[in-house]
């Protein structure tokens, strides 16, 4: 288990974002251009092999400091250090390197993959802009389908055949062809059905422990979260109200916002006199 | 089919389906059977969830209910009665004049299900205007109702916005406005809070809940997630592979599920849940993929994934057995 | 700036860019309006250099183009060599025929083309929709040149409308109502030519976007509210497929105008498509240039139009989201 989030353990972490804020500008006619301060300040760490977890409702600003973080966007002050290098000012070109120690996987991945590319062209793109040789190209696209569970058989069916669940598999499978230290799910497993939630999340974690990967987990769910997170930010409003280990956000939250998410997060939960009361 | 009336706190029967069987002929793929014989029972007054995972043909069993299946689904045999008439020899102009006023369909994803060039105001007030005689003026008095019982504290603004100027949550709101607007009997809700983060999802139920009680509307409750349904349902029918293999009082599905099937479902629901999963660990899955219709195979469909399969389940279908009142559930393992 | 802003500046930069252009090809291109001059033997060289000298032909291109630019600002595009007038009169003298004969055959494919492709929408999939279908794709195919052509010769052959300019011969002794339907004679043949290839256009486009919106997510759960078919195409269907309808309003204007400069050469029609292929043959310069200004300035206000309706009819463009919620 890691220590409580604030303290900076520099040797063991791998990502250690600080004083990160970023602000967009919304284009209005009526009322001109309103700034929206998506993330304010934000403060945290992830170990090396460690899963923190950054949970919110809906516009906290919690994707918009995952894609800072997976270098698909700038952040406007700050410092994203990831494997002792601040790459939040880096430039295009400098960033390049860093693309393949950090993955990010998205919400849908149906989107996410062009559905006219095989399976093995999905795999296989990240290692034909670093220039490998084609055998050694389908040998590491054989490897990554069987890791992630799916069969090799199945590489050169196209993206589009694939049920939901197998193409979240294969964007994870895609995500890994670089050898990622750090992987950011934005809501990866949001739309899937239960038992795929629950395959891809067992997935994750055997992976997880299989290559010390860590993960930035993005989530609104904090049931899911909670079996699969050492630690926990809470963001409201663009800010990390509350962090700590998962056990003590779920049993002593602070913030109201926590409380508010973990309140919601039990009412789901299954209570006899409930239904009861309501069928009366 | 149910035949058990016993308990004593339902209503009389308001929609009943009798061995549906519906299937989709995609223009370039074989046909694919969405409904394999599914019968149920709704109660006036009573909130039924179905529980399922996507391609389990949940959806296609409420489009059926309210005779709006796309162009290519057809439905080959089977009864649908509401109020004692069957729906499927209905005229199309009497169908229309019963959609949304006794039976209303809360859609999936309300980004998609509003017009997005009319204010949301006009659109709940065009469902009154398709069923009932009131004046301009009457119908807009009734829409800032609608929009205050739906817990909008300006109805007058929120009459006037568009659908992209509201959230996730507020156009859900609006869609359920329309749904209730002229007091349908019963309401189909599919997945009514997929689209919704888990705080929104909550209001949502709350909403339906208090919908529930004010006006004793039955409803029937779509979703790929048990602990929704718990919350509020009175029975859960679980479908799987176009039939309903497990169906049960809320209660006892929850605690006692008996095919394989649902207790693997309620096994990672509950491994989800924060009281049960403080811990970092492994789910509980079902392994394997989720049903492909399009794959013909005899026997029980369950069985590729089921960890109790015998050497009947492949072979032949698994009988509907009663093991106590109220519960149907098609498994071998209760055919005795 | 707000969206009409942006777009009244990028209107502007537009008109900049095409007499840029125009400016640049017809310079490029080989001649000039003084070489049958040069080969008669009664006119001096020095005669031609200093004519060439008076309309300021000797100067640099770029020269040239400021000069005209400056001028053009104020109202004045030149001065044309053939004709001995400066452009702008006799331009818009012309324009204004050609005016007449657009507007009349947009209004004429709009009024069909509308109502028909959204019928056709309705009734998708029937046998009706289908030989609509049909005949358009072959209207699509044949070149606009091929119909006038062909209605042309039905017409001499059989006399059944006038032929010929714009008016006939003893148009000044008529009343003011025969004069109308004097014109209005002349004027069927080449309006019916335009209409005919414009609405087959916009009937296609108008009848893709209903049955694109007839598709759409909202009218599924609008029929499961019970909402009438009917009321559902005029009132919920409609409004959202006219955006792309709307869109097309530039488009087809832009057509009309290009295939009308045809049509006029070929029917005789005194508007602006004959004036500009005379300049072009005799390289009269500033002619060709007002000319196609002129006719690029018709395509940029028509597309000035339909941004206009555009944000009358669609609350996001009014709101500025980017694309649908």
Not at chain 2, 163 to 182: D, N, T, Y
Not at chain 2, 204 to 222: D, F, K, N
Not at chain 3, 71 to 76: F, L, P, R, S
Request: with cysteine; charged share 20%.
């Amino acid at each position: 288990m890691t220590s409580d989030l604030p303290t900076s353990q520099q040797s063991n972490s791998l990502l250690r974002v600080r004083k990160l804020s970023k602000s967009y500008v919304r284009g209005n006619l009526l009322r001109g251009r309103v700034p929206v301060e998506a993330a304010k300040d934000v403060h945290f760490e992830v170990d090396c092999a460690h899963t923190l977890a950054i949970i919110g409702a809906s516009g906290s600003g919690k994707s918009t400091v995952a894609r800072c973080i997976a270098g698909l966007e700038r952040p406007d002050v700050g410092e994203v250090w990831i494997d002792g290098t601040d790459i939040a000012q880096l430039s295009f070109r400098e960033l390049r390197p860093f693309r393949s120690v950090v993955q990010m996987i998205f919400q849908d991945a149906a989107t996410s993959m062009n559905p006219r590319f095989s399976a093995a062209e999905v795999i296989e793109e990240p290692l034909l802009i670093q220039g490998q040789h084609r055998e050694e190209r389908r040998h590491i696209a054989e490897t990554l389908m069987k890791k992630v569970g799916l069969s090799a058989d199945w590489l050169d069916r196209s993206a589009a055949e694939f049920s939901g669940g197998q193409r979240q598999r294969l964007a994870i499978a895609r995500a890994l062809t670089l050898g990622p230290k750090l992987l950011v799910l934005d809501e990866a497993w949001c739309g899937l059905d239960l038992s795929m939630q629950a395959q891809i999340a067992n997935l994750l974690l055997d992976l997880q422990t299989e290559h010390s990967l860590s993960y930035l987990l993005i989530s609104h769910d904090l049931a899911l979260v909670a079996r699969m997170a050492d630690t926990v930010a809470v963001m409201s409003h663009g800010q990390i109200v509350e962090s700590g280990s998962t056990q003590q956000i779920i049993s002593g939250p602070q913030h109201t916002e926590t409380k508010k998410l973990l309140n919601s997060a039990k009412a789901a939960e299954y209570k006899p006199q409930l239904s009861k009361g309501a069928s009366a | 089919m149910l035949e058990e009336h016993s308990s004593g706190d339902a209503g009389d029967t308001l929609l009943e389906i009798r061995e549906l069987r519906v299937t989709y002929s995609p223009a370039k793929a074989k046909p694919v059977r969405a409904l394999d014989g599914v019968s149920l029972e709704v109660r006036s007054g009573e909130v039924i969830g179905i529980l399922g995972e996507s391609g389990c043909g949940k959806s296609t069993l409420a489009n059926s209910a309210l005779q709006s299946l796309p162009s290519n689904a057809k439905i080959e045999s089977g009864e649908i009665l509401f109020k004692n008439r069957d729906l499927l020899y209905l005229r199309e102009r009497e169908l229309t004049s019963m959609r949304g006023r006794e039976i209303s369909l809360i859609p999936q994803d309300p980004a998609l299900a509003l017009n997005p060039v009319m204010t949301v105001g006009a659109q709940i007030s065009e469902v009154l205007r398709a069923h009932l005689p009131l004046k301009a003026g009457q119908r807009k008095e009734r829409v800032h109702q609608l929009l205050q019982e739906m817990g909008f504290e300006r109805p007058a603004e929120i009459y006037r916005a568009y659908p992209h100027q509201l959230s996730g949550g507020q156009r859900q709101r609006i869609v359920i406005a329309q749904a209730i607007s002229c007091g349908p009997a019963l309401i189909f809700a599919d997945e009514p809070t997929s689209k919704l983060d888990a705080l929104l999802q909550m209001e949502v139920v709350e909403l339906l809940c208090a919908i529930r009680v004010r006006h004793g509307t039955a409803m029937v409750v779509i979703s790929h997630d048990p602990m929704l349904l718990a919350g509020f349902a009175d029975r859960i029918a679980v479908m799987y592979a176009g039939r309903i293999v497990e169906i049960g009082k809320c209660a006892e599905m929850m605690e006692r599920p008996m095919h394989p099937y649902t207790q693997a479902l309620m096994r990672i629901a509950k491994a989800s849940s924060i009281a049960e999963g403080d811990r970092k660990g492994r789910f509980p899955t079902i392994e394997g993929e989720v049903f492909d219709p399009a794959m013909l195979r005899t026997g029980c469909s369950f069985e590729p994934r089921c960890q109790e399969r015998m050497e009947a389940c492949l072979h032949n279908d698994p009988p509907k057995r009663a093991p106590e009142a109220e519960r149907l559930v098609s498994c071998f393992q209760y055919d005795k | 700036m707000n969206y009409l802003g942006r777009r009244l500046v990028r209107a502007i930069l537009l008109l900049v860019g095409v007499s840029a252009l125009c400016f640049a090809f017809t310079e490029m291109a080989p001649g000039s309006f003084f070489d049958e001059m040069r080969l008669n033997p009664q006119i001096s060289p020095a005669t031609i250099t200093s004519l060439e000298e008076h309309y300021g032909l000797n100067q640099p291109l770029f020269v040239r183009y400021e000069r005209w630019m400056q001028a053009a600002a104020h109202g004045d595009f030149g001065y044309s060599i053939a004709y001995n007038t400066p452009v702008a009169p006799l331009l818009w003298s012309r324009a204004k025929n050609t005016l007449l004969l657009t507007i009349v055959a947009m209004l004429l494919a709009w009024l069909i083309s509308v109502p028909l492709g959204v019928w056709a929408a309705a009734q998708h999939g029937r046998m009706l929709d289908k030989m609509t279908g049909v005949t358009s794709s072959l209207f699509l195919a044949v070149p606009e040149v091929v119909f006038a052509v062909a209605l042309l010769a039905i017409v001499v052959r059989w006399r059944i409308l006038p032929f010929g300019g714009m008016k006939s011969a003893d148009f000044d002794g008529l009343s003011t109502w025969a004069r109308f339907w004097d014109v209005a004679g002349h004027m069927l043949l080449p309006v019916l030519i335009l209409a005919l290839a414009d609405g087959t256009i916009i009937f296609r486009h108008v009848r893709a976007s209903v049955l694109e919106a007839l598709e759409a997510p909202f009218v599924r759960a609008s029929r499961s509210f019970g909402i009438s078919r009917t009321r559902l195409l005029f009132r919920h269907v409609l409004p959202v497929a006219a955006g792309p309808a709307i869109s097309l309003f530039g488009f087809s204007l832009a057509g009309l105008i290009s295939g009308s400069l045809l049509v006029e050469v070929v029917c005789g029609w005194p508007g602006l498509g004959p004036l500009i292929l005379d300049a072009t043959l005799s390289r009269d310069f500033y002619l060709v240039i007002g000319g196609l200004i002129f006719s690029a300035l018709f395509m940029i206000v028509g597309n000035l139009i339909a941004d206009i309706m555009l944000v009358v009819a669609d609350p996001r463009i009014r709101a500025g989201v980017p694309d649908a919620p």
